[in-house]
């Protein structure tokens, strides 16, 4: 079993900036074994592909909608992925997950190659 806390979200005005983190935790998963991933899901929406990192942190993909504002890191000995969010935008509101890659089947941009979802954090841009 795989716990994900997602944490950091809230209210910010547009152009303002949020670090949301990513805790993940059990007692069998090895974190620094596994790609993961951060995904957003706004209201009446499918669940979107934002960021994901490699093992070592080395490389990092992105939606093109974050490309140069968001930025995707981890750190191995604390079990958390964080995604910096600068320069934010209304159309930057949702609900963001992060989750590990759990199959190598899929590119790294699809949902389907990733479970354990969390609860998520809601994140609100004002314009």
């Known amino acids: 079993q795989v716990q994900l806390v997602e944490s950091g979200g809230g209210l910010v005005q547009a152009g303002g900036s949020l670090r949301l983190s990513c805790a993940a935790s059990?007692?069998?998963?090895?974190?620094?074994?596994?790609?993961m991933g951060w995904f957003r899901q706004a209201p009446g929406k499918e669940r979107d592909f934002v960021a994901a990192?490699?093992?070592?942190?080395?490389?990092?993909y992105y939606a093109d909608s974050v490309k140069g504002r968001f930025t995707i890191s981890r750190d191995n000995a604390k079990n958390t992925v964080y995604l910096q969010m600068n320069s934010l935008k209304p159309e930057d509101t949702a609900v963001y997950y992060c989750?590990?890659?759990?199959?190598?089947?899929?590119?790294?941009?699809?949902?389907?190659?990733?479970?354990?979802w969390g609860q998520g954090t809601q994140v609100t841009v004002s314009s």
């Open positions: 989750a590990p890659k759990v199959l190598s089947s899929y590119h790294y941009t699809h949902i389907n190659g990733y479970a354990y």
């Open positions: 059990g007692r069998t998963f090895s974190f620094s074994s596994h790609v």
């Open positions: 990192i490699t093992l070592s942190g080395v490389t990092t």
